[in-house]
C-alpha cells in the first residue's frame, strides 16, 4: 500500500489502521506453518489495492455486459493464457472468487442435483466442499467416500476403489485433498473412471503450486476433465480460484461460473492472479518448490527421529500431520495452542477416522510454503523441528515456552516477509 494511502487509512479510521498494523507485526514476528497459507508478492498486493477494484466486468473478454473493458479484458486474457500456458491446459477459467464457488461451479457444469460423486473421505484428508454434511453441496449431491491406507503410507487400494465405482456407478470421480501428506496418482483414478464412464476432476488447491512448478505429477497431463485449484496457497497469490478444463468442457464451465454461480469477477484478483503465473513460469518458483518439498521431508525425518507420530508415516508434498495423542498425549487444540504461544502458527486437525471432535481432534496439520517464500532453509528446519518436540512434550512449561519463544522471534528476525518493509 502507498504511503499516501497508508497516511489517509491512519487518520481516517485508526481501528482499522491499528489492526492492519498489528497484523503486519504478527505476520513478521511469528513462524507461518497454516500449510494452506502463504505470503503473497508485493506486486500482487500492488494490485490488490488497485483501481481494477473499481470495475464492474460481468461477462467473459470481448463479452462483457458493461462499458470501458480495454484493460480489464487485457489483463484477463493475460491470466487466462498464462494459467493454460503454466498448468498444460486446454481451458481456464480465471474468475472464481475462492476455492469454495470455484469446486461448486464445477460440480453445477456437470451434476444434476443428487447425482453420486466419489470423493476422499474428509478425516482422510479431502476437503468440506468435497462433500461434508455441514456444506451445501453435501445436501445437493450424493457425496459417497473412499479412504485410504495410513498403514500403508496413505496408498489409496485402486481395486477397491474400482469395485466400489462399479458398486455405485459415480457420475463424477474426484481426488484431492486439504489434508492429505501424499502425492496421488492420477492415471490410476482416470482409469477407475474411465472403467464406469465416470468424470474426473482433481482439486489440487492445496499443491497448485507444486504443480504449477512441476514437481508434482499434474492431473491435467494425465487428460482429467477437470482440474481446480486456488491460487493463494502454494501459488502464492491472491486469494481466488482457477478451472482449468479440457476445451470440450470449456462452455459449461464459464457459463456454470458466470452466470451461473457468480456477478462480476474481482479483476484486482485475477491482475493479482496474472502476476502470479508470470512468477510461477520463472526457474526461482521451481527452486522455491523444491525446497518446500525439502523443508517438509527434513521436517518429518527430524520429527520421526524424535519419536513422533506422523500419519502415513511421513510426507511426499508440502505438509505433515502429527497424531498429538499418540505422540504427546495432548490433542490437537492444546498443540496448536502451545504452538501459538511460541510464535509457530499450525492448525488442529482430524486424523482419518478420528474418533474425537473436529474442535478437539487427535492431530496437528503443518506445512512448509509460507516459510519457505521468507527464505527458510534446511538449517531453520532442523531448528523448528526440534522447537516444536520440545514445546509439544511440555505445555504447561512457562519458561521452557518462553524461552523457545525468543528463539523463533529472534530467527523471525532474520527472515522479512515480502510486502513488508
Ligand atoms: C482442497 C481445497 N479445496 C477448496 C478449498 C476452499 O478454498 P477457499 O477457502 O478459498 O474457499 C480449500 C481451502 O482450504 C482446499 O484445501
Known sequence: MSTTCRDQLSQFDPEVFSALVGEERRQAAGIEMIPSENYTYPEVLACLGSVFTNKYCEGYPGRRYYG?????????????????????AEHANVQPLSGSPMNQAAYFAFLAPGDTVLAMD??????????????????????????????????????????MARDIRPRLLLCGHSSYPRDLDYQAFKRVADEVGALTMADISHIGGLVAAGVLGNPCDAGFDIVTTTTHKSLRGPRGGLIL????????????????????????????????????????????????????????????????????????????????????????????????????????????????????????????????????????????????????RHPNDEGRLTRIAGDVRRLCETFPVPGLA
Open 122 to 163: 474428509l478425516s482422510h484428508g479431502g476437503h468440506l466442499t468435497h462433500g461434508a454434511p455441514v456444506s451445501h453441496m453435501g445436501r445437493v449431491f450424493n457425496f459417497v467416500r473412499y479412504k485410504t491406507e495410513p498403514d500403508r503410507q496413505g496408498a489409496i487400494d485402486f481395486d477397491a476403489l474400482l469395485a
Open 245 to 392: 478444463t479440457r476445451a470440450a468442457h470449456a462452455k459449461p464451465i464459464d457459463a456454470a461460473v458466470f452466470p451461473g454461480l457468480q456477478g462480476g469477477p474481482h479483476m484486482n484478483v485475477i491482475a493479482g492472479t496474472a502476476i502470479t503465473l508470470k512468477k510461477a513460469a520463472e526457474p526461482e518458483f521451481r527452486t522455491y518448490a523444491e525446497q518446500v518439498l525439502r523443508n517438509a521431508r527434513i521436517l518429518a525425518e527430524d520429527l520421526i527421529a524424535d519419536g513422533v507420530h506422523l500419519v502415513t508415516g511421513g510426507t511426499d508434498n508440502h505438509l505433515l500431520v502429527i497424531d498429538t495423542i499418540m505422540s504427546f498425549g495432548i490433542d490437537g487444540r492444546i498443540a496448536e495452542e502451545t504452538l501459538d504461544r511460541v510464535g509457530i502458527t499450525t492448525n488442529k486437525q482430524i486424523i482419518p477416522d478420528d474418533p474425537r471432535p473436529p474442535m478437539r481432534p487427535s492431530g496437528l496439520r503443518l506445512g512448509t510454503p509460507a516459510c519457505t517464500t521468507r527464505g527458510m532453509g534446511d538449517a531453520e528446519m532442523h531448528r523448528l523441528a526440534a522447537w516444536i518436540g520440545d514445546a509439544l
Open 68 to 88: 470501458g473493458q480495454d484493460f480489464t479484458d487485457a489483463i484477463e486474457r493475460l491470466a487466462v493464457e498464462r494459467a493454460r500456458q503454466v498448468f498444460h
